[in-house]
């Protein structure tokens, strides 16, 4: 099964338990994203990623460098373990990561949550893959993705429990827009796939048949 396909399952259940006042105040506050055209600013396929170094789930700090002495680097950005669409990005992801493995990719998730919080994302779907604390979006901001959320909707996550300052550890509501980069050795974007609408997600299929082309 597809991303695609799990994710429009999802959107028939989001519609059939929400109510049309908070599905409505959703689309909004997307089509509000995607005409300030954010992505725009997102980095490219020939741009440099910039270099990093993150800690991972138990707290060990990761390098871009050490990660790109390996092989290439999928690079996915998500939202934090609260999103719904995230986790089917991830668990999709993980599905196929032994594949990436086979092929030298380092796959590598990256979130704005603070280590706990990525360590009971990675630990909740079941990841076999590396999982990076970007607290205060600083990797995020360096590749352009960074949005703050429409204060019309704090009140709204609040009430389907979703709390983003107790994941992130700070109040700026502040999210990367969901991405996936993929990196060649010499630290260029190959790939690039970042849309302000949450719902759109790159293939994972796609992904890595793209890495596939970059081992031949």
Known sequence: MTLKSQIDAFEVE????????????MDITTDKLIAAQLSQHALKVGDTLPAFILPNSDGTLVSSHALLEKGPLVLSF???GWC???NLELRALNAIS?????HNAQLVAVSPQLPDNSLSTQ???ELAYTVLSDVENTLAKAC?????LDERLVPVYHQL??????????NSYELPLPATYVID??????????KEDYTLRAEPEDVLTLVKGLMK
């Open 185 to 194: 050795q010499n630290g260029v974007i190959q790939f690039a796939f970042a």
């Open 84 to 86: 719904p669409y995230c």
């Open 98 to 102: 032994a594949e990436f493995a086979a």
């Open 78 to 80: 998500y939202r934090g």
């Open 144 to 148: 352009g993705l960074v949005f703050t």
């Open 161 to 170: 429990g979703l709390d983003i300052p107790k994941a992130n550890g700070d």
């Open 123 to 125: 630990n909740e779907n």
């Open 14 to 25: 989001k519609k059939a338990n929400l109510s049309n006042d908070i599905l409505d105040l």
